[in-house]
């Protein structure tokens, strides 16, 4: 997806909580998945008080962006104070957290969306993942240090961000740069701890490579499939019958090379709350129509697709800075940028189990 105004990458009092009316759930959702299955995803980091609202409401997914300089900001050092505060508020709301490690830092690579793949390059970027996931895995070193904050591995780690898109795969896609990207991930991850899921980069089907094609590319490279555990995918489409389609066509692929047996994670999904042209509700209502739809589609599917994961993007909306110009992406929070919570908030929890809430997020 388009987010070259995102910070981290670069990159309405409350509305009817708890009011909107829903379908009656049918026999093949009478079963609510587990917490994990609902997540969220965010312009920015949530603070402390935005994770308990989410806890409460048992969305129990926080996919984190986490930008590689960021926690190496100068070559072989290590900066874990963002991650510990995170992770650290994730786990008292009894949230997990999948982080996607992102951007090749200045000191090995000119632009941040062009992959560490010299020789040189790539073995610090398998060096930060193990690290990454040596402080916050299953055993990390971060529980250890902190024994009075719950226990709350990493849900997996994410290698990369679409790669499929020319936005953050310069100077342009390639499946077979990718591969090689994800198997020294992988390495570095199991080497520390095999419980934690190697999961795949989300692969969009809003712009760059198209899906179908990317993937059947990535199923070429030797050795592909033993190195992640988990598909995810990034269905910005226009209806949740197109969305239904495109699960449907990665997991046939999948099938097909004998990887029916792992899970699919939707690890960005969702549409704006304003009228426009592209993936959009048309209004606050639309948009919790379509979150209601979409998401009691896949939960029906969850078993036949083995869909395992739904986060959608974004917890709040974009507050746009001076002279940037708007877009549809920008507004597909659950709250808008000032932290008043949309209908589509109240959709979410009551799939979730949980409690919406009222008043500000």
């Not at 877009?327 to 109240?346: D, I, N, Q, R």
């Amino acid at each position: 997806m388009q987010v070259c105004a995102r910070p981290h990458l670069m990159l309405l009092a409350a509305l009817v909580c708890g009011a909107l009316a829903l379908p009656a759930p049918s026999a093949a959702d009478a079963q609510a998945p587990p917490p994990i299955f609902f997540g969220v995803d965010a312009w920015m980091s949530p603070p402390a008080r935005d994770f308990a609202r989410l806890g409460t409401a048992k969305v129990g997914l926080y996919r984190m962006f986490v930008r590689w300089s960021s926690v190496e900001p100068c070559a072989g050092c290590r900066d874990w104070t963002e991650l510990d505060r995170v992770i650290g508020d994730a786990a008292r709301a009894h949230i997990r957290v999948l982080p996607f490690v992102w951007g090749s830092p200045a000191f090995l690579e000119a632009e941040p969306r062009i992959a560490p793949l010299d020789p040189g390059a790539l073995p610090d970027y398998a060096a930060v993942v193990r690290d990454v996931v040596s402080r916050y895995g299953t055993h990390g070193s971060f529980w250890a240090t902190h024994p009075s904050i719950p226990r709350s591995p990493l849900a997996g780690l994410q290698v990369w961000n679409e790669p499929s898109h020319p936005n953050f795969w310069g100077p342009r896609p390639s499946a077979a740069g990718y591969a090689r990207l994800l198997k020294a991930a992988a390495a570095a991850v199991r080497s520390v701890d095999p419980a934690t899921k190697v999961v795949l980069a989300g692969l969009p089907t809003a712009g760059g490579v198209p899906l179908a094609s990317y993937l059947a590319q990535l199923y070429q490279v030797p050795g592909f499939s033993r190195s992640f555990d988990v598909m995810a995918l990034h269905p910005y489409v226009a209806t949740p019958q197109a969305l239904f389609d495109i699960v449907g066509r990665a997991r046939a692929l999948m099938r097909s090379h004998g990887d029916g047996g792992k899970q699919t994670w939707i690890t960005e999904m969702g549409w704006a709350s304003v009228p426009g042209p592209y993936f959009s509700g048309g209004s606050t209502q639309g948009q919790a129509r379509l979150l209601s739809e979409s998401y009691r589609g896949l939960i029906a599917r969850r078993a036949t697709q083995r869909i395992g994961l739904l986060a959608w993007f974004a917890l709040r909306d974009h507050a746009l800075a001076p002279g940037e110009a708007d877009g549809w992406v920008f507004h597909t929070g659950l709250f808008t940028s000032s932290g008043a919570a949309k209908p589509a908030w109240a959709a979410l929890a009551k799939l979730a189990g949980g409690r919406a809430g009222f008043g500000l997020l």
